[in-house]
Nanobody, 124 residues
């Protein structure tokens, strides 16, 4: 089992920044690709960003490319999501997820473990 705990959400004005963190415990963190997903009220959970086990490759949804950056620190068992130039449409609960596949996948159904989420609200 892998336990994931997100933090860093909150209320921010449009154009502002937030950094989300997700701390993992349980199994060897570096054995997992990591992803961030988000779910707005009444909508499906969507892919945001992902990073492979040793930070070799990163992937982004088109809607966040150039504004969000995913990174990880395997020594701290932590994955981050730096979110800049936030927009009201970024408002959602953000979830951290772990994928045991060799190359991290980008669909919620493929994830092996999930955190409970952290709420990000962007006001206009």
């Amino acid at each position: 089992q892998v336990q994931l705990v997100e933090s860093g959400g909150g209320l921010v004005q449009a154009g502002g920044s937030l950094r989300l963190s997700c701390v993992a415990s349980g199994r060897t963190f570096s054995n997992y690709g990591m992803g961030w997903f988000r779910q707005a009220p009444g909508k499906e959970r969507d892919f945001v960003a992902a990073i492979n086990r040793h930070s070799g490759s990163t992937y982004y949804a088109d809607s966040v490319k150039g504004r969000f950056t995913i990174s990880r620190d395997n020594a701290k068992n932590t994955v981050y999501l730096q979110m800049n130039r936030l927009k009201p449409e970024d408002t959602a609960v953000y979830y951290c997820a772990a994928d045991g596949a060799l190359v991290v996948r980008r669909t919620s159904a493929a994830m092996d473990y999930w955190g409970k989420g952290t709420l990000v609200t962007v006001s206009s």
